[in-house]
């Protein structure tokens, strides 16, 4: 039974990785931190701030979520090219 992906190796190129990669990091920030939101959103004009859901930090997490899934359908020429070049032995 097979559990990786092909190449593996090749992970940290992934948009899907990087896009996680970010969310990750953003929700640590708000984890550690959670007035960071309420800093963000306080230094927004006040028609801006009306028009943000009243839970923002649900909405950054789905976004993130949702990111991250499109950008894994999208097609990724450098990294199909990295893994020709190792599949060749050329890299």
Do not use: C, Y
Request: aromatic content about 10%.
């Amino acid at each position: 039974m097979k559990i990786w992906i092909d190449d593996v190796r090749h992970w940290w190129r992934m948009w899907s990785v990087r896009v996680n990669g970010v969310g990750l990091f953003v929700i640590g920030l708000l984890w550690f931190d959670p007035t960071l939101v309420l800093a963000v959103v306080n230094m927004m004009p006040p028609a801006v701030r009306a028009a943000l859901p009243d839970h923002i930090e649900l909405a950054v997490g789905a976004l993130f979520f949702a990111l991250a899934m499109l950008s894994r359908l999208v097609r990724q020429p450098k990294l199909d090219a990295k893994r020709e070049d190792s599949r060749n032995g050329t890299a």
